[in-house]
């Protein structure tokens, strides 16, 4: 089984906060309801609407491979069953940075991951994000769960 490096479910609670800086592109922000993980999430939003309410499911791992083996080409499509056969909108990137928050009461990680110019921050407690190392290449897998009201 491919190991998961994020697996929650995220509540989006504001899409283009500071106005839409770029037509296809929409800015997320989240927080994951078991974890308590703050996202920020570029996403393209002509192939993936999303708006604020909805609830995904969100996973980052290493493979798309079942049985957890790197991914060493491209899967034609029906080929091979996949981690993304599970899911609706899959990117592929590479974590570039890790830093972190302290203030008075509080200890934060953040983590950054660039998909192609396309951006995701998590930021939480340090051992929900231990697993994070510079220069990992990633899977993000999204899939809608259902929306809130």
Do not use: C, W
């Not at 957890?68 to 981690?83: C, H, I, N």
């Amino acid at each position: 089984m491919a190991e998961l490096y994020f697996d929650d479910i995220i509540n989006v609670g504001k899409v283009d906060a500071d106005g839409k800086k770029f037509d296809k592109v929409s800015r997320i922000e989240a927080v994951s309801e078991e974890y308590e993980v703050h996202v920020v999430l570029d996403v393209n939003s002509d192939l993936y609407p999303i708006q604020v309410g909805q609830r995904f499911r969100m996973v980052l791992a290493q493979t798309l491979n079942l049985d957890g083996s790197a991914v060493t080409s491209y899967f034609p499509e029906g080929k091979q069953k996949s981690l993304a056969d599970k899911f609706e909108y899959v990117m592929h990137g590479l974590l570039y940075k890790i830093s972190e928050e302290k203030s008075a009461s509080d200890f934060k990680v953040v983590v950054y991951i660039s998909f192609g110019g396309l951006q995701l921050a998590l930021k939480g407690d340090p051992s929900m994000l231990a697993k994070f190392k510079v220069d990992q290449r990633l899977f993000l897998l999204m899939r809608n769960v259902e929306t809130l009201l």
